[in-house]
């Protein structure tokens, strides 16, 4: 979108530029109309160019997820968070057409999650979890990353809730052996 503009803003330039170039010539001002037709010939020259890059890295992005999605809309279900993996092992697939191909072996339909900067494709089995992700940023959380830390949080939430155990019980053995009379 900001190439569009760029390219709009330039294109106005040329024209306005243009436009008082030329009462510049009807003026018989010829040195500033000849400085003025230069640089509105630069504009339109920019303007062209913006034009030929139409596309930024988000639109590229953009379009191709919606190809993605499009093209395969019969095994796709689209999801608002990502699923539990519950101890299933993780792969990762390097591209959309491997995963269709798993698709196709196990019959199960692929989830998605499209968020802002990533779009993830999970398909789930019983044993295993088949991820492709494609992002906008490179420095964007994989689905994997995001797995992983959701695994880390949870046992440090079991760790806790060990700790928390041991303690009660240890308290609640001290407790009952003070009341134990020894004879």
Do not use: H, W
């Amino acid at each position: 979108m900001r190439k569009k503009i760029q390219s709009l803003i330039a294109f106005v330039t040329f024209l306005v530029l243009a436009v008082i170039g030329y009462f510049l010539i009807i003026n018989k001002i010829y040195d500033y109309a000849i400085l003025l037709f230069i640089i509105s010939i630069i504009c339109l020259i920019v303007s062209f160019l913006s034009l030929k890059d139409k596309y930024d890295s988000r639109d590229i992005y953009n379009k191709r997820v919606k190809d993605i999605i499009d093209m395969n809309s019969s095994v796709l279900v689209k999801i608002d968070n990502m699923p539990e993996f519950n101890n299933r092992k993780v792969v990762t697939i390097d591209n959309i057409d491997d995963l269709l191909d798993i698709q196709l072996d196990l019959k199960r339909p692929i989830e998605y999650l499209n968020k802002n900067d990533s779009c993830s494709f999970i398909l789930l089995s019983d044993k295993n979890v088949f991820i492709y992700t494609i992002g906008y940023n490179e420095d964007l959380k994989t689905s994997i990353d995001i797995i992983n830390e959701k695994k880390k949080v949870k046992e440090e939430v079991k760790e806790e809730q060990i700790e928390s155990l041991d303690e009660n019980i240890n308290n609640s053995f001290l407790n009952n052996d003070d009341d134990i009379d020894i004879l």
